[in-house]
Each structure stands twice: as C-alpha cells, then as structure tokens.
C-alpha cells in the first residue's frame, strides 16, 4: 500500500459480495449515498490496483465500496489473496456479505428474465446452486450477514445505514425476530433463542386465536416457569456482548427468539424483551416475521 496513506485517515474499505439476485446493487447505490467511492463488477484480482490508485495523495477517497462477484475464475482464491492484502497493509476491510432463500432469488430472476451467470445451460436453480457452493467459504468469513428474503429497499438502505453512516448515533441497532421454527431459521440471526420449553398457548382454548402481542397471551408467557429467568440470562448475554460488536465495527445485531409457529411465545418474549433492552445504549426495534401466516 501505499505510503501516502499514512499522512491521512486510513482507507475505509469495504467489500461487497453474495448471491446473484440478493440486492448487491442496491447496497452499492446506497454505500455511494453515504459518501463511499463505489467500484461495480470488479474481478478480485484488480482490487489491490483499485486501492493503490485510492491511497495516492490527492485522490480526494478515503471510504471505497467494491462490488465482486463469482463471475470471475478464481474467485475464492483470488478473494482470499486480496483480504490477506489489504490486512498486510494495515486495513482491516469490512466484508458484506448478501444472501436470500432459494425460491426467492429464482423469483427475482424470472421476474427479470434474465439467465443466472452460472447456470450455464442448465436452469435458474443450477446457477444459484452452483454460486451457493462457491461462496459459502467467503460467507462464513463475512463481517456483516444481511439476509434479504423479507426485506423491501427501504429495509436494506436501513440496515446499511445503521452499518456505515458516520452521521447516526453510537446505539447499537438491535433487532429482536420473532419466528416460527416450521417456517425456517432467520438466515442473518447473529443468536436464535427456542422458547418451546415454555408451555404453548395454541393448547389454550381462550387464547388460541390471539397472539403474543395480545395482552392475555403475553401474561400467560410470561408467568410460565422459567420465562423471566430466560429473559434476564438473554439480556446479561447481549450487554455482555455489546462492547464486543462496538469495537469491532458492528453497529447492528439481530436476535431471533422462536417458538413452533411464530405467532405466541417467540411473539410475547420478543415484545418483551425488546422493551426491556430498548435503552439509550441500544436502539432496538421489534420484527415479528411469521406472525399472520398460519
């Protein structure tokens, strides 16, 4: 790297990646809006080049967002290589990493129609098969995980924000998840916390049609043996944790609580639980992600 970048701010860099079809473009849209310099489609084995090019004196960059994707041979290698760069040269990048559910992104690409770059001559489902494979080394190294099956723009722009506007506050965004285990574990959860060991109000005839946001079922939750105690030991968890995420960058957390069907229990413990957390250090929003579909 070069040494014209030791007489300024360090280089922010991040690395934007995932799935066809999961909202990389967005991302690079809103990243530009917030100031960062905003590289597209560029292969791995070019970043090195970009970012020389980014720490001459007088490029005016000092916050640069690249796009790459697998269309480029090589990619995991050549990506590994270009992380091991950028921290030899002192940089820590951020590497964002953007995924959906399967017939998610096969919908997103029929709506398009337009062909995946990896399936070839085969189908939709080929290619996002063969990306998943190829990338799930690169999503399990990623800084921040943005799962965006459930999200509108607006939700995605939201998150990036909360992750890299040096404008907001230093609360730590939190979002408590309540889901339904039959419908799937919430793909970007950063903790999942099962509830099903407290007794379910589906077996109460009275309570049945209500939810965890009604009063009655949420005083039946929480009187139930050991929900409290759940709560104290979840919340000690995340204070705990919170320093943590602040000193390496992460400005957002995700916590999923779920029951069997995500409409009672994960319901009431999440409402719960995100007012008891809701506090100056932390800005916490609860998402209910099931509720409505039995």
Known sequence: ??????????????????????????????????????????????????????????????RIAIVTDVRSRGFFSSISDVLTFIEDAGIRPTVVFLEAAEEVLVRRYENVRRAHPLQGEGRIIDGIDAEREVLEPVRGSAHIAIDTTGLSVHDL??????????????????????????????????????????????????????????????????????????????????????????????????????????KHRSVAMTEAFAQRLNSPEFDVRAVHRDLGKE
């Open 157 to 262: 722009r939201r998150k990036l924000e909360t992750a890299f506007d040096r404008q907001l506050s230093d609360a730590l965004l939190v979002t408590v998840l309540s889901f339904g285990f039959k419908y799937g574990l919430p793909l970007d959860a950063d903790l999942v916390f099962d509830v099903r060991f407290l007794p379910n109000p589906h077996w109460v005839p009275e309570l049945r049609a209500q939810s965890g946001k009604d009063v009655d079922v949420a005083s039946f939750v929480l009187a139930q043996d050991g929900a409290l105690d759940a709560l104290d030991q979840l919340e000690a968890l995340v204070r705990t944790m919170a320093p943590g995420y602040r000193r390496e960058g992460k400005r957002y957390m995700t916590i999923a609580i779920g029951c069997t069907g995500g």
């Open 1 to 62: 790297m070069s040494s014209d970048q030791t007489a300024r701010e360090p280089l922010e860099v991040v690395l934007i990646t995932g799935y066809s079809g999961a909202g990389r473009s967005t991302a690079a849209r809103v990243l530009e809006d917030l100031g960062f310099y905003v590289v597209d489609n560029l292969p791995p084995k070019l970043i090195p080049e970009v970012l020389e090019l980014a720490t001459k004196a007088g490029s005016g960059i000092d």
